[in-house]
C-alpha cells in the first residue's frame, strides 16, 4: 500500500502565497507521474500542475507564472509554490501519483486533500 500526505494549505489573503508538500511512502517501486489537482465547491477535480512520467510539468492556464512545482525524487516528495494567489484558487488540493509498486503493479494514488482559501 501506499500512502500521500500532504500539508500546507490554509488561509491567506489575494495576492499572497501558500506552499504545498505532499510525501509519498510505501511499497513505491517506482512514481511515473506526481501532482496537484483541485476541486472547488460545485465544480469538477482539475489539473494543477503535474511532473510527467518523462519528467517535464504540466500546469493549468489558470495558474501559469504564479505557480511552481517541484519534487525531490529522492525523498518521493513534490510541492506546489503558490504566489499571487486569488479568490478563484480556492479549493480543496489533492495530491496524485502513478506509483508502479513492488509487484510492478501500477495504480493511482490520492491524497485526503488540504483546504487552501484565499480571501479578498
Known amino acids: 500500500q501506499v500512502q500521500l500526505v500532504e500539508s500546507g494549505g490554509g488561509l491567506v489573503q489575494a495576492g499572497g502565497s501558500l506552499r504545498l508538500s505532499c510525501a509519498a511512502s510505501g511499497r513505491i517501486f517506482s512514481i511515473n507521474t506526481m501532482g496537484w489537482y483541485r476541486q472547488a465547491p460545485g465544480k469538477q477535480r482539475e489539473l494543477v500542475a503535474v511532473?510527467?512520467?518523462?519528467?517535464?510539468?504540466n500546469y493549468a492556464n489558470s495558474v501559469k507564472g504564479r505557480f511552481t512545482i517541484s519534487r525531490d525524487n529522492a525523498k518521493n516528495t513534490v510541492s506546489l509554490q503558490m504566489n499571487s494567489l486569488k479568490p478563484e484558487d480556492t479549493a480543496v488540493y489533492y495530491c496524485?501519483?502513478?506509483?508502479?509498486?513492488?509487484?510492478?503493479?501500477?495504480?493511482?494514488?490520492w491524497g485526503q486533500g488540504t483546504q487552501v482559501t484565499v480571501s479578498s
Open positions: 496524485a501519483a502513478e506509483v508502479r509498486d513492488w509487484a510492478y503493479r501500477t495504480v493511482d494514488y
Open positions: 511532473f510527467t512520467s518523462a519528467g517535464d510539468t
